[in-house]
């Protein structure tokens, strides 16, 4: 076989191109993440929260990236509530004003899979004493036990990812690999944004949010962990209930008809019940409300309906078997609510959230641990 | 696994180790095995009958050298029958019991049929090697292995080039020698046909899908805009992978042929189809312009327009089964044909005109360009109906507020330096190209363009146009 031969000016030559390329790359990256920066989208947590404190008026919203599990268990810690919400998006709305007289804040994360039953024991477990909280407003929906979501299956990548979770090293490597990918896709986002970011890279000195989106439109994430929607915001429009039965008839995503409940989303959240029965802290289960026209659409289409109906059953008795309540307020009527009550079909604007916690809140009267007269 | 995916980045990597820790006479194993291979992740039946053509070609090949001279158009005639009936039934059999359908009273069954990634390609491919056998231009190739490599040749086997025989499988036979020069240009190319297809044609395509994909919203100038843009989102995306397959048949030791030289310069329709996907129109020149020609021999000019109209509607149904195709190859036929009948009286009328020489070149660009890009309506159209809605809705309002939902600012700047750069890679356009092989800068300009590459490149999966041809 020849040997393969490269001379010294050719080895010179590939070095030089690794080195500019590199040289480049890194260019490249310092001015994204400058960029980010600036923007405050990649602010760590810690000074996201820190800041919050100091300026209870701060928004937090980044646009490149998603706020995770993290940001909500700095904001735990260092508030030390004796009240928080968990739940999906549907919760985040809920704010500190909803519950005079205790100290709360809102860990609700935009949770959509089963995973993120687990993820909320996370939340707990990542707490320290002090923080622990005396009583949890749990807010559960039915796609997190739904096991035809796709997004819940059990496909390779989520096997492959928590198979990964368990063996240290491995974990290192797939964290690394996972921001890559995020960044990757942060930096894609931003080349793809039609928006205009120039102006908010220096903002003014009384500085009114933190994260792009924050400083664009005023919203986002407040000091005691609630999410507001913008001013700007514009309510989805009401449909036609035929057409979201058509729409459910699809199997839209999170309300793919499923025969049960999925019975492994249904043992963590035991699990999280459990945590909290360990620690004392009472939780009180509320089943949001949809608004009108998608709630009967949901209540009439089957087979979504079944399984909904199946959901509403089995969720509170399982809360009830460790003691806890659970207010079943699906239905809009319950609370009387109207569509000017609701963003769209699934989330309800901030007011009404002080009409559901009048109705809960009696279940922490006696709690010990919750020291204010609520 | 295309081109612009990571498992096959992967696959070349590993295809390339493993090629050159073999043996000198193992090497063309391992190529003819890793293009088996890879071919095969397009389904083992697509590799059967490649397997199978190949086969075919291989044994009317020899058969027909060893049989009397009078008796080898014959078996010439049954080896075309069975190409040219594998790839009608592949490729056309739907589209041609749709329109049989049509007239009939009593439709047949419809009939499904997968088609072979690659197999205009390759079935054009051993076509190419039996004329020239037949015509003695080559001898058969003894030895199956070689063959076999010769039509399966991974980084051309998808989308060409469609090479002969005469130039490809001399070099299969040579001994591979490690040659620095030529696995870095090989790179180079790979680099820069990256950036053609992922930085440029990708992102081109956010626009002309969105325009195409409904365009009796649309009329005026966004339905002109999205035409232009088609026009070089094609040309991206079709030279991208040229250049990929070039760059990785250097990597490989193999030189494969080039099939563009800067088109859009082009003064004529001639010329833009002596610069447009250069072994395609050599094939149709050599092996069905050439012998029509000399079959209309006695019509004078007419045959000449008649032997061009029937090698252009074969060349735009060649491209798939749809009458949009058909259409463009019928366009380019009425340009090639007017074009060959009036170019001797334009010159004479451009001469006396007194026109500088270099704005003649410059009008007759624009003017081929122009035609060229309306031709690409029919090509690109998802039905007749959307390119004559497009064809009778050229003019009307301009509001190009669309381009700029289309795209970020960023976005526009990063097409524009992608393509200036790219303007200035070797064989992009000779014209206006710079010497870029030497020195810190051709280290620097590749630098740039792989940062272009991770930063501006779309990493969502597109396949090339040409694919499903």
């Not at chain 1, 079909?345 to 204010?372: C, S, Y």
Request: aromatic letters at 18%; one cysteine or more.
């Amino acid at each position: 076989m020849r040997r393969l031969s490269i001379s010294d000016s050719e080895v010179r030559n590939v070095k030089i191109f690794g080195l500019v390329t590199v040289a480049l790359f890194m260019l490249c990256v310092s001015v994204f993440e400058f960029v980010f920066l600036r923007l405050g989208e990649t602010l760590p947590y810690e000074d996201v929260v820190r800041r919050q404190q100091l300026n209870e008026e701060l928004y937090y919203s980044p646009r490149y990236f998603n706020v995770g599990d993290i940001y909500k268990i700095y904001g735990v810690q260092s508030s030390k509530p004796e009240i928080i919400a968990l739940g999906t998006s549907r919760i985040m709305p809920m704010e500190q004003k909803h519950i005079a007289g205790a100290k709360f804040y809102n860990a609700g994360v935009d949770a959509s899979t089963s995973r993120e039953i687990a993820g909320m024991l996370k939340i707990l477990k990542s707490l320290d004493r002090e923080a622990m909280p005396g009583g949890i407003v749990l807010g559960i929906d039915s796609w997190l036990f739904n096991p035809n979501y796709p997004a819940n299956r059990q496909d390779w990548k989520s096997r492959m990812k928590s198979s990964l979770e368990r063996i240290p090293v491995l974990a290192g490597f797939y964290a690394a690999y996972q921001f890559v990918a995020q960044r990757t896709k942060s930096y894609d986002m931003f080349i793809a944004d039609k928006g205009s970011w120039f102006e908010y890279l220096f903002p003014a000195p009384q500085e009114t949010g933190i994260g792009l989106n924050a400083r664009m439109a005023q919203g986002g994430f407040r000091s005691d962990g609630s999410f507001h929607y913008p001013d700007s915001h514009k309510a989805d429009n009401v449909r036609e209930i035929s057409e979201w039965r058509q729409w459910l008839a699809r199997d839209q995503y999170r309300f793919t008809a499923a025969a049960d409940i999925d019975p492994n989303a249904l043992n963590n959240f035991k699990g999280l019940l459990e945590f909290c029965r360990t620690k004392n802290i009472k939780v009180v289960g509320v089943l949001l409300p949809f608004r009108g026209d998608f709630y009967s659409a949901l209540t009439s289409v089957q087979p979504q309906a079944g399984f909904f109906e199946k959901f509403r059953k089995t969720i509170p008795s399982a809360m009830n078997a460790f003691g806890y309540p659970c207010y079943d307020f699906s239905s809009p009527e319950a609370m009387d609510l109207t569509t000017e009550d609701f963003w769209d079909n699934l989330h309800l604007k901030q007011t009404p959230f002080g009409k559901i916690m009048k109705r809960i809140l009696v279940e922490f009267h006696d709690e010990p641990m919750i020291n204010t007269v609520l | 696994m295309l081109f612009n995916t990571f498992g096959y980045f992967v696959f070349a990597i590993t295809a390339f180790f493993v090629f050159l820790a073999a043996p000198g006479k193992w090497k063309r194993t391992v190529l003819l095995t890793a293009s088996y291979f890879f071919y095969s992740f397009f389904g083992v039946k697509s590799a059967l009958l490649l397997f199978s053509v190949s086969l075919v070609s291989f044994f009317f090949g020899i058969t027909m050298r060893s049989v009397r001279s009078s008796r080898r158009i014959y078996y010439l005639w049954g080896a075309i029958f069975l190409h040219v009936a594998t790839l009608v039934y592949f490729k056309y059999a739907e589209f041609i019991v749709m329109n049989v359908n049509y007239f009939l009273k009593e439709p047949l069954s419809p009939i499904h049929v997968i088609m072979p990634i690659g197999i205009s390609f390759y079935i054009f491919q051993s076509l190419a090697y039996l004329f020239d056998i037949y015509l003695e231009k080559i001898q058969p190739e003894k030895h199956l292995g070689y063959f076999l490599l010769y039509l399966s040749f991974f980084p051309k086997l998808l989308q060409g080039p469609i090479e002969r025989a005469s130039q490809l499988i001399p070099q299969l036979k040579r001994g591979y020698v490690f040659n620095y020069n030529k696995i870095a240009e090989g790179v180079q190319l790979i680099i820069v046909g990256l950036v053609k297809k992922m930085v440029v044609a990708d992102r081109l395509a956010f626009f002309v899908n969105e325009i195409f994909s409904d365009v009796v919203n649309f009329s005026g100038l966004v339905l002109v805009l999205a035409s232009y843009i088609f026009t070089f989102q094609i040309y991206f995306d079709f030279s991208g992978y040229t250049d990929i397959a070039r760059g990785l048949g250097k990597i490989f030791g193999i030189e494969l042929s080039e099939n563009f030289q800067a088109p859009y310069l082009a003064t004529n329709i001639q010329e833009f189809w002596r610069k447009w996907h250069i072994t395609f129109s050599a094939w149709l020149r050599d092996y069905l312009f050439t012998p029509l020609l000399s079959q209309f021999r006695n019509f004078g000019a007419w045959g000449v327009v008649g032997a061009v109209l029937i090698t252009f509607a074969i060349c735009g149904l060649w491209h798939g089964p749809a009458w949009g195709f058909v259409i463009f190859g019928l366009i380019h036929g009425a340009y090639m044909g007017t074009s060959i009948l009036t170019l001797k009286k334009r010159n004479e009328l451009w001469e006396r005109s007194r026109v500088p020489a270099g704005w003649v070149r410059k009008w007759r660009i624009f003017v081929t360009f122009n035609m060229i890009a309306l031709s690409f309506v029919f090509f690109r159209a998802d039905s007749m109906k959307d390119a004559v809605y497009i064809l009778t809705h050229l003019t009307g309002p301009v509001d190009l507020s669309i381009l700029f939902q289309a795209y970020s600012a960023i976005e526009i700047l990063s097409l524009i330096a992608a393509v200036a750069l790219l303007a200035k890679s070797p064989g992009f356009a000779p014209a206006i190209s710079i010497n870029t092989n030497r020195g810190l800068s051709q280290q620097f300009y590749y630098g740039v363009m792989v940062n272009l590459l991770i930063f501006l490149g779309v990493k969502k999966y597109a396949p090339f146009i040409y694919f499903r041809f």
